[in-house]
């Protein structure tokens, strides 16, 4: 592949960015990182990929003695330079886009990156071809918001490509204004590598766990997921549960319900990241993963358990029924305390889960593979694309 340099504007504290460039360390690409998002530390397995020589980081983030503050410098200087008006990272951003020449943009999600690069001087957003990769909720929730929607529209416009994980949202996305190339629809995480596939995975008959996400906030209907258990548990004592993600103005039902169900309750809040193998190990010895919110994009952690083993119940309000077309078992459910109630209580009695189990994992070798997905995302930055 011949070698360009890449602008990618992204989260620096997000795992789906880091995941998404590891697919490129062995490519002729040069990846020039900026961050979009306030107060945060970059990513552990961002940082890796940024000490590769393939990745060059403009910013803050090198030296690497700066790493562990990042976030708080960023977030500081446009703070204060908020306050007189100066925008800190559009003038960052414009003098990079005028001391050099890139191949392409990608801004790996909207209301960050796609709204910085969209307020740039016109000049230098038109001598660049713009990528623009849908994330989560980007346009399916924040369409919905009038100030928001004007701003989607001003980025969809000036995109001349558009990739999204969800069919939904390429439709939305043609709707509001984008009238470019359409890119492959892959989940923008990339793919798992094989290490998932090479986890032990307990058979149904020695799966009790249930792993929920338990997140409130904007997005989050943890509520309903708190409610649900604790009528689902009342006469199943062999029933344990991992409640992770659990969001401030959840904790204190989330407590509740542990001391209710004491013994069976494992609870980690969202400030306290569970470590990634420990998290695929929960995933491999679950019988049910339950995913509740009010608007998403493909649900990671729906991909991770048609991986490992553990049937998904997810909310129909995600795309992540894009994937049942494929083949994959799961269950999507209407957002509400009846229809998350109900499917906890026939997927716990499913006597037949194996097969459902071995045939999603089958189908997760073959569409969700970090090689298969690697290989559609290169397209992305081809010569002549």
Request: hydrophobic share 40%.
């Amino acid at each position: 592949m011949e070698r360009r340099k890449i602008l990618i504007i992204g989260m620096f504290d997000s795992i789906h960015l880091a995941r998404w460039l590891s697919q490129f360390t062995d490519e002729k690409i040069d990846f020039l990182l900026f961050p979009s998002k306030k107060f945060r530390y970059i990513h552990p397995e961002l940082n890796t990929l940024m000490q590769s020589d393939n990745v060059c980081t403009f910013g803050f983030a090198k030296p690497y003695f700066f790493k562990k503050y990042i976030g708080f410098i960023d977030y500081l200087l446009n703070t204060l330079l908020g306050k007189i008006g100066i925008n800190f990272k559009k003038i960052l951003i414009t003098k990079i886009l005028k001391k050099n020449s890139f191949a392409y943009v990608h801004a790996i999600e909207m209301q960050g990156a796609g709204y910085l690069y969209a307020s740039v001087p016109n000049q230098l957003v038109e001598k660049n071809k713009l990528i623009i990769t849908n994330y989560g909720s980007d346009i399916f929730y924040f369409s919905n918001i009038a100030d928001h929607k004007s701003k989607i529209s001003s980025v969809l416009t000036l995109a001349k490509y558009y990739s999204g994980e969800c069919q939904r949202d390429y439709e939305l996305a043609l709707r509001m204004g984008f009238n470019g190339k359409l890119l492959p629809c892959i989940p923008n995480a990339g793919g798992f590598k094989q290490e998932i596939f090479a986890l032990n995975v307990a058979p149904s008959e020695h799966r009790n766990l249930i792993v929920a996400k338990c997140y409130g906030g904007e997005f989050g209907l943890g509520k309903l997921v708190i409610r649900a258990l604790n009528d689902f548990l009342t006469d199943k004592s062999n029933i344990q549960v991992l409640l992770y993600s659990v969001t401030d103005d959840l904790l204190s039902e989330a407590l509740a319900l542990q001391r209710k169900f004491s013994g069976q309750i494992q609870l980690s809040k969202i400030r306290e990241k569970i470590d990634r193998l420990d998290f695929l190990k929960y995933f491999a010895s679950a019988r049910i993963y339950l995913g509740a919110s009010k608007s998403d994009g493909i649900s990671t952690a729906f991909l991770e358990a048609l991986c490992l083993g553990a049937y998904p119940i997810q909310t129909n309000t995600s795309c992540a029924n894009d994937w049942l077309t494929v083949g994959f078992n799961g269950s999507i459910i209407e957002p509400t305390l009846s229809a998350i109630s109900e499917a906890l209580e026939l997927i716990n009695k499913e006597i037949d889960l194996d097969v459902k189990r071995v045939s999603n994992l089958n189908l997760a070798k073959n569409y969700l593979s970090f090689d298969s997905i690697k290989s559609q995302a290169l397209k992305f930055y081809e010569v002549n694309l």
